[in-house]
């Protein structure tokens, strides 16, 4: 979660190093080109810090299981699921890719391979099915043509 306090405490830190260093140094004249680059520098710390928080895994505990959800560098989700206390994946697991689509929904048993798994790929849907942790059936359907049959007007 975006902690508010560390980043207004970074950011009077910063604007008291901006006031000591520049506005109250007399022996010293800067340009606007030097006062510039320190906003720039200074907002881009700002953007680097933010995205940091954004950034974090989280692990909450629900009951007898722990809910996950992983994060890319970018912020968005990569998966959503479930561990039991004892760090195996169990439940629905959601995979998606860097544009936050949906690329993938398995499901777990106590860290075995269960039931109907999804995996979508551009204009292709695969399910594979599993069995004892072993794939039973796989098929696959592509996209190949998309026509609008009626609407609701």
């Known amino acids: 979660m975006f902690n508010v306090k560390k980043m207004l405490r970074k950011y009077f830190f910063y604007v008291n190093i ?3 260093f520049i506005i109250n140094n007399d022996k010293r004249r800067f340009d606007m080109k030097t006062i510039g680059l320190f906003v720039v520098a ?11 928080e954004l950034m974090k895994d989280t692990y909450i505990k629900n009951g007898n299981v722990i809910e996950a959800t992983l994060y890319f560098d970018n912020g968005v989700i990569s998966q959503k699921g479930f561990f039991t206390n004892d760090g195996k994946l ?21 860290g075995k391979k269960v039931g109907t798994w999804f995996f979508w790929s551009n204009d292709k849907l695969t399910e594979v099915n599993y069995n004892n942790s ?16 009626s609407t609701n007007r």
Do not use: P
């Open 18 to 20: 901006f006031h000591n």
């Open 42 to 52: 200074f907002f881009s710390f700002l953007t680097i810090q933010a995205q940091e």
């Open 90 to 110: 169990t439940g629905k697991w959601i995979s998606y890719n860097r544009e936050g689509n949906k690329t993938a929904e398995a499901q777990y048993n106590a």
């Open 134 to 149: 072993s794939i039973a059936a796989v098929h696959t359907w592509k996209d190949k043509d998309t026509r609008i049959v």
